[in-house]
């Protein structure tokens, strides 16, 4: 038994799995490392209310192999800032850093093979967790901010990868999954 997260999304289950077994995705033709559990792939949104960021302000493409979230009042104006952001799924915490084009950053690979990470936070008070930490979908990961070389304003860039990078170097189209298959609030 697997699910359907997204309604506009073909999962395809390539091995059926036991009761828990281990099986593989193809999700939009690249395929998931691996599911341990067969829900490891029912994610939980990042954002809780009443710190619901749900806006994109770039999309996944054209170099950028990440979503930009933010949240604008009715005015327009940014309010993102300091907004909590939690993990998304069960694993682990593989790297935490601060760079000049991520901010401080934090590194999570998920049980299900797929690493993901939240980028610019301000400072290092910011990031709630530790290498070395496991974490759940209650797991408070960080503050929303806006640190890092090109960042125009509170977001947070948060991006999907296959292949353990940590670092965004050779981030592509058939390494990087577009995260907003992953979230029906997106
Ligand atoms: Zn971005």
């Not at 009761?19 to 690249?30: E, L, P, Y």
């Not at 209310?49 to 949240?71: E, F």
Request: charged letters at 10%.
């Amino acid at each position: 038994m697997c699910y359907f997260l997204n309604p506009n999304v073909t999962y395809t289950l390539l091995l059926t799995p036991l009761v828990f077994g281990t099986c593989s995705f193809v999700i939009n033709g690249k395929s998931v490392p691996s599911l341990s559990y067969v829900d490891d792939l029912n994610w939980s949104y990042m954002f809780r209310n009443p710190q619901l960021a749900t806006t994109l302000s770039n999309t996944y493409g054209n170099g950028h192999y990440a979503v930009d979230i933010v949240k604008y009042n009715s005015n327009g104006n940014n309010i993102c800032n300091g907004y909590k952001m939690y993990s998304v799924g069960r694993g682990k915490v593989v790297y935490k850093d601060n760079t000049s084009s991520t901010g401080w950053y934090v590194v999570v690979k998920l049980d299900c093979g797929l690493t993901v990470r939240y980028l610019h936070m301000d400072t290092q008070n910011d990031v709630m967790v530790n290498i070395g930490d496991t974490v759940t979908p209650s797991t408070y990961i960080g503050n929303v901010g806006s640190l890092g070389a090109g960042s125009t304003g509170p977001h947070l860039h948060f991006d999907i990868n296959n292949f353990d990078s940590y670092y965004g170097n050779n981030f592509s189209a058939s390494n990087t999954y577009n995260p907003q298959l992953f979230f029906d609030e997106i």
